[in-house]
């Protein structure tokens, strides 16, 4: 099992940068697959990327390709996720997820049995 708790969200502009962390509470960190989804308001939850237990695989939705970067730090069992270049539709909660696993990266929000509280991101025009 494990406790996800999200951070880092704020208001920005468009064009701005942005880093959310996600700190998680667990034995086995290692042996988790973690991603960030993000939710606007009356839309569905949405993966936006996602890092891999075992090897460090990255996987990115397209409209964050090239403008928000994903890793993970074991020591301090922390995920980030590094965003720039942001845009007013990037504005939504953000959410850190996890399942158990160690090859796949799952863009449905149904693979993933734990989730954190969120953290809003609001890019402004």
């Known amino acids: 099992q494990v406790q996800l708790v999200e951070s880092g969200g704020g208001l920005v502009g468009t064009e701005d940068s942005l880093r959310l962390s996600c700190v998680a509470s667990?034995?086995?960190?290692?042996?988790?697959?973690l991603a960030w989804f993000r939710q606007a308001p009356g839309k569905e939850r949405e993966f936006v990327a996602g890092?891999?237990?075992?090897?460090?695989?990255?996987a990115y939705t397209d409209s964050a390709k090239g403008r928000f970067m994903v890793s993970k730090d074991s020591a301090a069992q922390t995920l980030s996720l590094q965003m720039g270049s942001l845009k007013p539709e990037d504005t939504a909660v953000y959410y850190c997820?996890?399942?158990?696993?160690?090859?796949?990266?799952?863009?449905?929000?149904?693979?993933?049995?734990?989730w954190g509280r969120g953290t809003q991101v609001t890019v402004s025009s």
């Open positions: 667990t034995r086995t960190f290692n042996s988790y697959t």
């Open positions: 997820a996890a399942r158990e696993g160690t090859a796949r990266i799952p863009a449905s929000a149904r693979e993933y049995p734990w």
């Open positions: 890092i891999s237990a075992s090897d460090r695989r990255t």
